[in-house]
């Protein structure tokens, strides 16, 4: 249990703040969360810090601060439609009300509502450095665990994006098995997921698949993702590992369908 509470004011002093015993609180909906794993001794509050709420838009970039609530994201007329869905994921207003986008990012969680759409369309966190200095770093190196415990400043996508996202729950408000988002650029198709109780996952093989043969057949992306021994999923609460290899494969398949304008 915390024994102190810090308010932080401006980003300068969170980040002094920040000691190995210490961790910020955003909306506080994961930290306060019962059965969380969080058990630092000092929290340094982010909700009066300066800065840290605003949404721009700018020369086809959103650039969304991390205090940024899910509800924020939901009523902003400039928050990308893409990400509107993805922010409807968290099917509580209540929480929606609390719950922030850096703090989701930050949680890092296999089930997360926001992490596979921002990855799908290569996010940039701006991450604010001990000695003032601020550096950009891309979403998938962070998921990597590069900066994991700095201060998440801000977000920024593109304004308009091809985005199709899909998540699996037994309730708008169950934990999702498998939360998939794709998005077509230049290059072809990019895939990312969230499956539960595996992790955050870039599913470049798939990509390529698609890539290479834009008309591959459902079976054989289902067979690819049965036979993959760099997955790994297990049976648990959520559902087989070969239905949790099932759900992927056919989710990849239908998203890439939709995105490409070749639905049955
Ligand atoms: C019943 C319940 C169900 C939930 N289900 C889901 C779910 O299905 N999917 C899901 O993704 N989440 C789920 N959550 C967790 C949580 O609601 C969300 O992840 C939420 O977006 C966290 O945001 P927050 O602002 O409340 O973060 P907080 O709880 O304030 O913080 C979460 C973590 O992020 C860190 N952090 C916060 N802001 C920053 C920042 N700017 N820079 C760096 N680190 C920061 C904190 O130190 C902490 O480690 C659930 C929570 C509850 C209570």
């Known amino acids: 249990m915390a024994r102190e509470l810090i308010i932080a004011k401006t980003v300068a002093e969170a980040v002094a703040a920040k000691t190995g015993s210490a961790t910020f609180v955003a909306g506080g909906t994961e930290v306060n ?134 998540r699996y729950a037994n309730t708008a408000q169950s934990h999702a098995v498998l939360t998939m988002s794709a998005s077509l650029s230049e290059e072809g198709i990019w895939l990312d997921g969230a499956v539960k109780n595996v992790g955050l996952l870039h599913f470049c093989d798939l990509e390529k698949a698609f890539r290479d043969d834009p008309d591959i057949s459902e079976e054989k992306i289902i067979e690819m993702v049965r036979s993959c021994t760099g997955l790994h999923t297990a049976d648990d609460m959520f559902g087989s590992d070969e239905y949790k290899r099932y759900l992927i494969a056919v989710t990849a398949y239908d998203l890439h369908k939709r995105l490409t304008g070749k639905e049955a």
């Open 33 to 166: 969360r019962l059965g969380s794993p969080n058990d630092a001794d000092v929290l340094i509050s982010l909700k009066r810090c300066s800065g840290l709420s605003d949404i721009s838009t700018d020369s086809g970039y959103v650039t969304i601060g991390s205090m940024c609530t899910f509800q924020q994201l939901v009523e902003s007329a400039e928050t990308p439609e893409y990400l509107r869905e993805a922010a409807l994921f968290m099917a509580s207003r209540t929480k929606r009300n609390m719950a922030t986008i850096g703090g989701n990012i930050a949680s890092l969680r296999s089930d997360s509502y926001l992490i596979p759409t921002l990855m799908a369309v290569g996010a940039v966190l701006e991450m604010a450095g001990k000695d003032g200095s601020s550096n950009r770093i891309g979403i998938a190196e962070y998921v990597d665990g590069n900066e994991v415990g700095s201060l998440i400043v801000s977000v920024t996508i593109p304004s308009e994006a091809k985005v199709v996202s899909k």
